[in-house]
């Protein structure tokens, strides 16, 4: 008993005196509750709504208000005409749209039956669905409080109903929003590892110092080193579109070239990221751990892959502006899906772009810092 307390004191202090090892046990359990307990969330909410009231009723408003003042809707703005619909759809800025027919507060008035419209953006099947079911109960109750005041007078069907219209993905298959998703999971994680753990491999077989000590410069090394894996991660996203047209009927909306543009600055910024990586890991598990830590969980939790950012926690929204997959994913399905130009994907492209370069800075001086040191 002695010599087992014995070592286990022992162990104890060495495990205080690695900070690593401390880190993983202490902070990895928390940062794992904290970021599934608020982002693994089912409950969508936030949902950008914008109106096309053409009637300017009481009961018009009295339907508008009974979908803001549910909890599950945001009111982003009145709508004009049908072409505005188009361009928030495309552009993002409301994911349902409202429409209430000229003449409604008439129809409630004399217990007429009528119904309004919702358009739904489904190129996220699974929100998509949700925003759907939230309209019908609104609706329904809605349509209830209309036939308790119209008493005996009320028809045999609901006196309000509402038509659904869901663009973009009218099956609302699940496939035609995660694949996109999983070209950004996969991208990414590949092409950070793979750059991640090249560059560290020679340093642990010693090859490193070798190349440091030849006319060979940082960037040319880099250049060198990531061409190949830009390449193959390239033509491995293009192909799981391709596969998915064959197989999944996946569209292509938009432009090839833009998608390849997105693609191509993604990646970029990935295999940067793996660069970086491999300037802070000494070995290649420690590399894999920091690349899956820093890459897999954020595509895949906080880029709107799986769960909706608007609903969300404040403060995980805001860290959701770091994560390159959240623009990526917004390229992607405004182009295979939607069919948009670059004048609606703009800011996602430049944003790409930014954060490639910023990550290409900080890995350049990290690099340049230790050949300094070794030289």
């Known amino acids: 008993m002695r010599k087992t307390l014995s070592i286990a004191i022992k162990e104890l202090r060495q495990i205080v005196r690695d900070r690593r090892t401390l880190l993983i046990l202490l902070f990895v359990p928390a940062f794992f509750l904290l970021l599934y307990g608020y982002a693994l969330s089912f409950d969508i909410r936030n949902i950008a709504l914008a109106v096309e009231d053409n009637d300017r009723s009481s009961a018009s408003r009295e339907v508008i208000s009974a979908f803001v ?9 009145d709508i004009a005409n049908d072409a505005e619909i188009v361009r928030r759809l495309d552009d993002g800025t409301a994911r349902a749209v409202l429409v209430i027919p000229a003449g409604f507060g008439r129809d409630v008035r004399i217990a007429r039956p009528t119904s309004v419209q919702l358009i739904v953006n489904g190129d996220n099947a699974n929100t998509a669905t949700t925003v759907v079911g939230y309209a019908v109960g609104l609706v329904s109750a809605v349509s209830a409080r209309y036939e308790a005041a119209a008493g005996p007078v009320a028809a045999a069907r609901p006196l309000l109903t509402s038509e659904t219209r869901v663009w973009y993905n009218p099956e609302l298959r699940s496939t035609l929003f995660l694949v996109p998703g999983l070209i950004a999971y996969i991208a990414m994680l590949t092409a950070v590892v793979s750059t991640a753990l090249s560059i560290v491999r020679e340093k642990e077989a010693g090859t490193m110092e070798q190349v440091r000590m030849s006319p060979v410069g940082p960037l040319a090394y880099v250049v060198g080193k990531t061409v190949p894996y830009f390449l193959l991660s390239l033509a491995s996203a293009l192909a799981i579109v391709g596969v998915s047209m064959l197989l999944f009927d996946l569209p292509v909306r938009g432009s090839w070239w833009l998608l390849i543009l997105a693609v191509a600055l993604f990646l ?108």
Not at 272 to 285: H, P, R
């Open 69 to 77: 003042n549910s909890g599950y809707f945001d009111f982003v703005g």
């Open 268 to 375: 970029v910024g990935a295999l940067a990221f793996g660069v970086l990586i491999s300037t802070l890991a000494d070995t290649q598990q420690v590399a894999f751990q920091l690349a899956v830590l820093t890459s897999y969980l954020p595509t895949l939790m906080l880029s709107g892959f799986i769960f909706p950012i608007s609903s969300m926690p404040a403060v995980l929204q805001a860290i959701t502006y770091a994560v390159p997959a959240r623009y990526f994913l917004t390229v992607l399905r405004g182009v295979l899906l939607k069919g948009v130009g670059a004048a609606v994907v703009w800011q996602d492209l430049w944003a790409l772009v930014a954060f490639a370069a910023v990550v290409l800075a900080l890995a350049s001086l990290r690099l340049k810092r230790e050949w300094s040191v070794s030289r």
